[in-house]
């Protein structure tokens, strides 16, 4: 599968609704609050970094990254879901460590209930290294109102591995 991964630098409507429904798809089973149009604009506007897979003219997952002074930070990960399990999450996390390419660790958090995300992390040299209780907010669905807890997730720059 040709592809290349794209950093916007500018709001493209197009571009951000595009994102706003591949966050959507990939993390609807979660009953979490959908990021919209005017979430992603808002991380343009405070200097985060968004990367994106595109392969045929398709967008096919996003990355948004907070590098800064004090550390680096992935907010998300997401890949349509029809093109989960295809490496383009991996691909993805690689080029984010070889763009930020600094003696810096990487964080996440990640909700406790995501197993397929916290073993992709894992495989990929993450280590838990702290919980926070009740992070994310459920709005929709049976468990509307409660709470999940959320892992937070280190790379350290000496352990970057990649599995094949």
Known sequence: MSFKIEILEEKNKSI???????????????????????????????????FY????????????????????????????NIYQRKKIGKILLEYIINYFNSKKDLYLEVAKNNCQAINFYKKNGFKIIAERKKYYFICRGKNKGTRVDALVMKLTNNEIIFQQ
Not at 55 to 79: C, M, P, Q, R, Y
């Open 16 to 50: 951000l609704m595009n994102l706003a429904k591949i966050h959507l798809n990939a993390f609807e089973k979660f009953n979490f609050r959908y990021w919209n149009y005017s979430d992603f604009s808002d991380f343009l506007n405070s200097s985060y970094k968004i």
């Open 53 to 80: 897979y595109e392969s045929h003219n398709k967008i096919l997952g996003f990355a948004v990254v907070n590098f800064n002074s004090d550390f680096n930070e992935v907010i998300t990960i997401a890949v349509d």
